[in-house]
């Protein structure tokens, strides 16, 4: 009773930022869960990692000792390089936890998606003050980016915690030397033996950053030795399936790696001369930092800044359609967007190297070096990885941006910027809640899946409807627009042996459907005739938001 008592009293003692941060990550962890199970996407990629978790849960497997494949290193799925086992580690253990289905495989990004809030508070808070901080905090509890991929299982979507705890472990080093905790020495081990097994950008990006850190602090007192010697060993247990892996195949993954950064047929590669990429690598940069700050824009980079560049010149092959971009909503955000950017890296380096406060100076300028490198290496792919999604690494540099606006208008103007700061803030919360509110309004309507999208509560409607109507039979043909055969078949099939059936592709090279068979045809079309293509007849039809699925009668 007295620790109740003394609990009541300390709330009542806590600051209004305790109570604004609360309901900051009230706010953001219902965002991140609401309707979790049936607005989750699963796709080919989502399900694919399904079907191996669910065979190691039954037993059917072992635990695997690779990770993901990149689709980028070659084209035979024989010699795809894979990351290391512990994406899917976090999804086994959320899978004895929790239960064998998808949305309890998503569990583990969802948590992390969490986490990184208090996690990012505090990012920003070496930098900024507490209020400055709880208004980039909040802002970024309602990201529409931070929001959409915290709601789905793919490989990447931890990185914006651990990215941000590799950041926060190297600053610890870089301030306090020798005299470092050996918690954040452990720390950056973790988020480096997990980072660098999510994405093979995070591979070469944490390796090389922690090289330069790790030689400065070398060069500066050699007797840190020890905390560094325990972060590798950190990184070489989290690694240890795979190195096991490696030395069981005779380091077969590391030469994929090697040959397929080598070829010349790589699929990353290009004849594009240099000044191109680094052209395409900016344009990319600054569009997805107003979109990631914004949601506004889109998701996968057009070019925007090529197109206008090449127009000046005359140039009638341009990839946009000029009349869009001269819209004025359109060209008014390509303005401002490009001008937030550029300001944005410029105050960047040259604060940098003119930042007075000695803590200050070392976040800025590891900061600058993490994102100098994820440039880089960004070079080669920028103009063929372009979605935003191959930038999540960097997730937080348009936050920073607008965190230096901020402050630096404040310390300016003094108080005559605080209204002017506010309406900012408010205004991105407001585009950020309105594509949120859109998203929810196509997923609540349950007309999301398409061509693009797979959601799991509007499939598993569909497959249901697909095993109710099969009269009793087992193996089930699935025809139809390729299109929707290709984006839905792979989650359809794992949600169908959910159901006690199979599900069988029928595509061109397919065997021809026994006689008698139950037959299924998937598509965005209504059809208003008694045959389907094919000459199948049709018996039932039920449309499923954009999607249609119709029964036809065996012959």
């Keep these: 009773m007295k620790n109740f008592e003394k609990i009541k009293e300390r709330l009542r003692q ?126 970024f509890a309602i990201s529409f980016f931070a929001v959409e991929y915290s709601r789905f299982a793919w490989n990447p979507n931890s990185l914006p915690f651990f990215s941000l705890l590799f950041l926060l472990a190297l600053y610890e080093f870089l301030t306090k030397g020798k005299k470092v905790s050996w918690q954040w020495a452990i720390l950056a081990g973790v988020a480096i033996g997990v980072g660098v097994q ?59 790696f090697l040959t397929a950064a080598a070829s010349r047929d790589s699929a990353v590669k290009s004849k594009s001369s240099l000044a191109t990429k680094v052209g395409n690598n900016l344009n990319c940069h600054m569009e997805n930092n107003a979109y990631i700050l914004s949601s506004s824009g889109s998701s996968n980079c057009i070019f925007s800044y090529e197109t206008v560049i090449r127009k000046m010149f005359h140039d009638k092959k341009v990839k946009q359609d000029w009349r869009e971009i001269r819209q004025p909503k359109v060209a008014a955000g390509l303005i401002l967007g490009f001008v937030f950017s550029f300001w944005g890296y410029v105050f960047l380096v040259i604060c940098a190297w003119k930042e007075k406060d000695e803590k200050k100076k070392i976040f800025l300028r590891l900061i600058g070096l993490y994102v100098g490198l994820s440039f880089f290496i960004m070079l080669p792919i920028a103009e063929k990885f ?69 959601i799991l509560g509007e499939m598993e409607k569909m497959v249901k409807y697909i095993a109710d109507n099969a009269d009793g039979q087992k193996e089930i043909y699935l025809v139809g627009d390729k299109p929707y055969r290709a984006h839905f078949f792979q989650p359809f099939w794992y949600l169908a042996e959910k159901e006690g059936v199979n599900i069988i592709n029928v595509g061109e090279n397919s065997p021809m459907v026994p006689r008698g068979s139950a037959i299924f045809y998937l598509t965005d079309k209504t059809r208003n005739g008694k045959t389907a293509e094919g000459g199948y007849e049709i018996e ?9 699925v119709y029964k036809l009668k065996g012959i």
């Design 14 to 139: 806590a600051p209004k930022s305790f109570w604004i941060f609360l309901a900051i990550m009230v706010l953001g962890i219902f965002l991140r869960t609401y309707h979790f199970h049936t607005w989750l996407d699963f796709e080919n990629d989502q399900s694919r990692d399904a079907i191996l978790v669910s065979d190691v849960l039954s037993g059917k497997t072992a635990w695997p000792l690779v990770g993901p494949t990149m689709r980028g290193s070659q084209d035979a799925q024989a010699n795809l390089f894979h990351l290391g086992p512990l994406y899917y580690y976090f999804q086994i253990i959320s899978g004895e936890i929790f239960g064998n289905y998808p949305d309890k495989f998503a569990y583990p990004d969802l948590l992390f998606s969490i986490l990184t809030i208090p996690l990012f508070y505090i990012f920003v808070k070496k930098y900024f003050s507490a209020n400055l901080s709880l208004a980039l905090a909040g802002l």
């Design 540 to 548: 039932s039809r039920r449309k499923f938001g954009k999607v249609s």
């Design 198 to 256: 999510l994405h093979i950008i995070t591979l070469l990006l944490f390796i090389v950053t922690v090289f330069f850190v790790f030689a400065y602090l070398l060069k500066k007192d050699w007797r840190i030795w020890k905390k560094i010697a325990a972060v590798i060993l950190v990184v070489f247990i989290f690694n240890s399936p795979q190195i096991y892996s490696e030395l069981k195949t005779g380091f077969s993954n590391a030469k994929i």
């Design 386 to 454: 372009t979605e935003a999604r191959y930038f999540i690494q960097v997730f937080f540099v348009p936050f920073l941006f607008l965190g230096f606006l901020a402050d630096f208008l404040m310390r300016k103007f003094y108080q005559r910027a605080v209204p002017f700061v506010a309406i900012l803030f408010v205004m991105l919360a407001f585009f950020n809640l309105k594509s949120l509110g859109a998203a929810a309004k196509d997923l609540r309507a349950g007309t999301k899946s398409d061509v693009h999208f797979a």
